[in-house]
């Protein structure tokens, strides 16, 4: 099934692009994200955590770690989400999602760091599980939320001096693919109030009005139960 971009200018397709995707990863939500906005089309293929998919045989030998995403370009396979990004930075330079300039390129990457590193991998969904058979679902929940606000805190402080519509300006960068699917999360599965960070809640706010966001949202994916 083709995946098209919500973008405009669609300036580069690839169909050789294939992503190994599942629709409530948070991870995978960033990469179709970014490629919405590259303007690259890319045939979805669903791998179903909740019944074990990720274990097949076929998923092993393109990721032995077993996560979504893993990107299938050609010849070439790259997973993680983060070096995902990367890749199509370098591969696809249309739409840049990294600013010229060398303080607000740090900014993007430190943004992006600090959710794939130590945010969201503390409240993955085996995490939480861990948790609740140990201490019961109610102490999961406070952990998830303690790992997030933590984050989202110094993602505060880290941005704000330098947010306007977005977080590192007026234009989309990294920073953003991957602040706007962990802020879905954290208000869906954690009930975080955003009124306790002001900036990144305005930049949730304008990345909801992308097409780009919405085409790339969990329920409109094609493994996306009802």
Request: charged content about 20%; glycine content about 4%.
């Amino acid at each position: 099934m083709e995946h098209k971009s919500q973008q405009r200018d669609l300036a580069t397709s690839s169909p050789n692009l294939v992503l190994y995707s599942y629709w409530q990863s948070s991870c995978a939500w960033r990469v179709r994200f970014a490629l919405n906005l590259k303007g690259l089309s890319y045939e979805y293929k669903a791998v179903n955590l909740a019944k074990g998919e990720q274990f097949s045989p076929e998923f092993e030998r393109l990721n032995p770690l077993h996560f979504v995403p893993v990107l299938v370009d050609g010849d070439v396979v790259v997973s993680d989400s983060y070096a995902i990004l990367l890749y199509l930075e370098e591969k696809y330079p249309q739409k840049a999602l990294l600013p010229d300039d060398p303080q607000r390129r740090a900014l993007n990457l430190q943004a992006a760091s600090i959710i794939s590193s130590s945010i969201q991998p503390l409240h993955m969904l085996s995490m939480l599980k861990y948790f609740e058979e140990k201490m019961g679902p109610d102490e999961a929940l406070l952990w998830g939320q303690s790992c997030v606000e933590k984050g989202f805190l110094a993602l505060e402080r880290l941005l704000k001096d330098f947010a306007g519509r977005y977080a590192t300006g007026e234009a989309v960068f990294m920073a953003d693919v991957f602040l706007a699917p962990q802020i879905a999360v954290a208000l869906m599965r954690f009930k975080i109030d955003m009124s306790k960070f002001p900036t990144l809640g305005r930049i949730y706010e304008s990345c909801k009005g992308l097409p780009e966001f919405v085409g790339s949202l969990p329920q409109s994916q094609p493994d996306a139960e009802q």
